[in-house]
Nanobody, 119 residues
Framework: QVQLVESGGGLVEPGGSLRLSCAASGFTFNTYAMAWLRQVPGKGFEWVSELNSEGRKFFYADSVKGRFTVSRDNAKNTVFLQMNNLQTEDTGLYYC????????????WGQGTQVTVSS
C-alpha cells in the first residue's frame, strides 16, 4: 500500500544542481518524518537528510551540509531534496524513505533515482 516514487536524478557536472522529488502515497504523509538516503559506490548505504512531519526541523549528513536542502509539501504528499554544488562523491542511487518512528530505522523505500556527477 505504501508507495514512494523518486524522480529528478540524472547526469550533472561538478558544481551543478539537481532537485529530487519523492511522491508518497498509502499512508498519512503529513504525520511522518521523511528521509533521503543514498547508495554510493565504494561507500555503501549512507543517510543523507531528514525532516520532521511539519517540515520545520532539518537534519543533514556532514558531507552534504550547506549544499543540500530538504523540504516537503504536505498538500502534495511530496518531499524534495535540492542538491547544489554537486561533487563527484555525491554520485549514487538516492532513495526516499519513510521512518518507522522507533529510531534511525526505515520501513519503506522508493525504487531510487540515480545521480551521477561527472564531466
Amino acid at each position: 500500500q505504501v508507495q514512494l516514487v523518486e524522480s529528478g536524478g540524472g547526469l550533472v557536472e561538478p558544481g551543478g544542481s539537481l532537485r529530487l522529488s519523492c511522491a508518497a502515497s498509502g499512508f498519512t504523509f503529513n504525520t511522518y518524518a521523511m528521509a533521503w538516503l543514498r547508495q554510493v559506490p565504494g561507500k555503501g548505504f549512507e543517510w543523507v537528510s531528514e525532516l520532521n512531519s511539519e517540515g520545520r526541523k532539518f537534519f543533514y549528513a556532514d558531507s552534504v551540509k550547506g549544499r543540500f536542502t530538504v523540504s516537503r509539501d504536505n498538500a502534495k504528499n511530496t518531499v524534495f531534496l535540492q542538491m547544489n554544488n554537486l561533487q563527484t562523491e555525491d554520485t549514487g542511487l538516492y532513495y526516499c524513505a519513510k521512518p518507522t518512528g522507533t529510531g534511525p530505522n526505515y520501513d519503506y523505500w522508493g525504487q531510487g533515482t540515480q545521480v551521477t556527477v561527472s564531466s
